[in-house]
Nanobody, 116 residues
């Protein structure tokens, strides 16, 4: 069974930073591209970043490019997302996703709230 468990969310002021972590099990992590997605209140879920498992090439959605950084540790089966220069519009539930450029399957999510 694929398991994706996100952590690291919280309340942060505009301009602040957070580091999200996704622990995985139940599949060959090192054989899969991985992604992050988010869903803001009242909006559809959106893909925000993907990392290739071999080349470690990364891709980002326009709203987060230059502020967020995706990374992975294949030895630990763990995916990360560094969120910098956070804005109020980044407030959302953030999800770890198995696969590239997709929004499912995903974990239960971790809430990020950006507010002063």
């Amino acid at each position: 069974e694929v398991q994706l468990v996100e952590s690291g969310g919280g309340l942060v002021q505009p301009g602040g930073s957070l580091r999200l972590t996704c622990g995985t099990s139940g599949f060959g992590f090192k054989n899969n591209d991985m992604s992050w997605a988010r869903q803001a209140p009242g909006k559809d879920i959106e893909w925000i970043s993907t990392i290739n498992t071999i080349s470690r090439a990364t891709w980002y959605a326009d709203p987060v490019r230059g502020r967020f950084t995706i990374s992975r540790d294949n030895a630990k089966n763990t995916l990360y997302l560094q969120l910098n220069s956070l804005k109020t519009e980044d407030t959302a539930m953030y999800y770890c996703v198995k696969g590239g450029f997709v929004t499912t399957p995903r974990g239960q999510g971790t809430q990020v709230t950006v507010s002063s």
